[in-house]
């Protein structure tokens, strides 16, 4: 079996641009001292993730969880909002910040996303929105979805922190949803250290949008809303004008490790690789794997063999956010609600994946899970 030095192999880690690249930003900040509020970087960077990403609206925070929750205070919603338990958490905590209660829908099998054929039966009177995952940039049906929530006068807020720059049908996937919100954070395909953003639709919800995340100012002394500090500084900015320069290549270069991946792991007994859509593009921000009853090892014997060996994949996500104990006294967090979700907790595995993963470490973990066959 290949061997590779103690060090330890993450399941993902940020690509870093050229250093002697970012010190001329660095120099431009410390000559103007412009370091946030809408600096010159700012601005330039909301208009290049427009054009990049193919929209028409965007605005920029400090990180996706608060850009999360101020989605949900600009549509001003309330009640309940049903959501996945199959995410990372911030997902639902957003909910919980904005004194709203989620309503657990189990997902589809084939792509982890909110399966749209249970969501009818979770609606209530009290029913506001509508908060789906783009669970490892799988695209949602965005059109059963949409059709739900016209039909019942919902909102819908796409957390979508894994799809940046996914186009489905030909154009931008954020384009769906009432608002989308993405994460900048460092383990993110595109990052800005920390970051997010929030899509909108239209220039006045922006607006709202961009008050909010200043505290509600909308000019020196007129405050319109209880808003928060949101705001992305002209670090993160400038780190992410320098990124969006080699996006393309660090997609790139992860789409090469995926690749090796379904040609090396697909037709081993008890691992299942799971299918791409055929109508949208992939950023190859996830590899993750189901680990079969039929496989020699549990998921949790084939997680431990890794990391005895350096390899730290990780169990996205597990345990389910319903099983957390600020949620699990919810009725739609009972496990019979929710089986596909606690089947795919209890499987997946996510596999290193990033630009800089040598093909020697890729090697050595296909030969960790093929070798106990």
Same mark, same amino acid.
């Given at each position: 079996?290949?061997?590779?030095?103690?060090?330890?192999?993450?399941?993902?880690?940020?690509?870093?641009?050229?250093?002697?690249?970012? +010190?001329?930003? &660095?120099?431009?900040?410390?000559?103007?001292?412009?370091?946030?509020? $809408?600096?010159?970087?700012?601005?330039?960077?909301?208009?290049?993730?427009?054009?990049?990403?193919?929209?028409?609206?965007?605005?920029?925070?400090?990180?996706?969880?608060?850009?999360?929750?101020?989605?949900? !205070?600009?549509?001003?919603?309330?009640?309940?909002?049903?959501?996945?338990?199959?995410?990372?958490?911030?997902?639902?905590?957003?909910?919980?910040?904005?004194?709203?209660?989620?309503?657990?829908?189990?997902?589809?099998?084939?792509?982890?996303?909110?399966?749209?054929?249970?969501?009818?039966?979770?609606?209530?009177?009290?029913?506001?929105?509508?908060?789906?995952?783009?669970?490892?940039?799988?695209?949602?049906?965005?059109?059963?979805?949409?059709?739900?929530?016209?039909?019942?006068?919902?909102?819908?807020?796409?957390?979508?922190?894994?799809?940046?720059?996914? $186009?489905? #049908?030909?154009?931008?996937?954020?384009?769906?949803?009432?608002?989308?919100?993405?994460?900048?954070?460092?383990?993110?395909?595109?990052?800005?250290?920390?970051?997010?953003? +929030?899509?909108? !639709?239209?220039?006045?919800? #922006?607006?709202?949008?961009?008050?909010?995340?200043?505290?509600?100012?909308?000019?020196?002394?007129?405050?319109?809303?209880?808003?928060?500090?949101?705001?992305?500084?002209?670090?993160?900015?400038?780190?992410?004008? &320098?990124?969006? #320069?080699?996006?393309?290549?660090?997609?790139?270069?992860?789409?090469?490790?995926?690749?090796?991946?379904?040609?090396?792991?697909?037709?081993?007994?008890?691992?299942?690789?799971?299918?791409?859509?055929?109508?949208?593009?992939?950023?190859?921000?996830?590899?993750?794997?189901?680990?079969?009853?039929?496989?020699?090892?549990?998921?949790?014997?084939?997680?431990?063999? &890794?990391?005895?060996?350096?390899?730290?994949?990780?169990?996205?996500?597990?345990?389910?956010?319903?099983?957390?104990?600020?949620?699990?006294?919810?009725?739609?967090?009972?496990?019979? $609600?929710?089986?596909?979700?606690?089947?795919?907790? $209890?499987?997946?595995?996510?596999?290193?994946?990033?630009?800089?993963?040598?093909?020697?470490? !890729?090697?050595?973990?296909?030969?960790?899970?093929?070798?106990?066959?």
């Amino acid at each position: 079996m290949p061997t590779l030095p103690n060090n330890s192999i993450p399941v993902t880690q940020p690509f870093l641009p050229p250093l002697e690249e970012f +010190i001329p930003y &660095l120099e431009h900040i410390w000559e103007n001292r412009w370091l946030t509020n $809408n600096g010159p970087f700012h601005q330039q960077l909301e208009e290049a993730l427009c054009v990049y990403l193919g929209v028409q609206h965007i605005s920029l925070f400090t990180n996706g969880t608060i850009a999360l929750v101020t989605a949900l !205070q600009a549509l001003r919603i309330t009640g309940e909002v049903i959501t996945t338990p199959y995410s990372f958490v911030a997902t639902s905590h957003s909910l919980l910040w904005n004194n709203l209660k989620p309503v657990f829908v189990d997902i589809d099998p084939q792509n982890f996303n909110l399966d749209p054929a249970r969501i009818e039966a979770a609606i209530t009177p009290h029913t506001t929105a509508i908060m789906p995952v783009h669970c490892y940039a799988n695209p949602c049906d965005v059109e059963t979805i949409q059709r739900i929530a016209d039909n019942y006068g919902l909102r819908i807020i796409y957390d979508a922190a894994h799809a940046f720059s996914i $186009n489905y #049908k030909d154009q931008s996937l954020l384009r769906h949803g009432d608002l989308s919100v993405l994460s900048f954070h460092a383990t993110k395909v595109f990052n800005t250290f920390e970051g997010g953003a +929030i899509i909108s !639709q239209d220039a006045k919800t #922006k607006q709202r949008i961009d008050y909010l995340k200043n505290f509600g100012f909308a000019d020196e002394v007129t405050i319109t809303a209880p808003g928060i500090n949101g705001k992305m500084s002209e670090f993160q900015a400038a780190f992410g004008l &320098l990124q969006l #320069k080699y996006v393309n290549e660090a997609i790139a270069l992860r789409k090469k490790i995926d690749d090796q991946y379904r040609i090396h792991l697909g037709k081993v007994p008890g691992i299942t690789v799971p299918i791409q859509s055929n109508y949208a593009t992939r950023n190859y921000s996830y590899f993750p794997i189901l680990v079969e009853e039929n496989y020699p090892l549990t998921r949790d014997e084939l997680y431990e063999k &890794l990391r005895q060996n350096n390899i730290l994949a990780r169990r996205y996500f597990y345990p389910l956010i319903s099983e957390m104990p600020m949620y699990r006294g919810l009725a739609s967090s009972k496990s019979d $609600n929710l089986p596909i979700a606690h089947q795919m907790a $209890n499987k997946v595995l996510c596999l290193p994946i990033y630009a800089e993963l040598s093909k020697a470490e !890729q090697a050595l973990i296909c030969e960790i899970i093929r070798s106990v066959i």
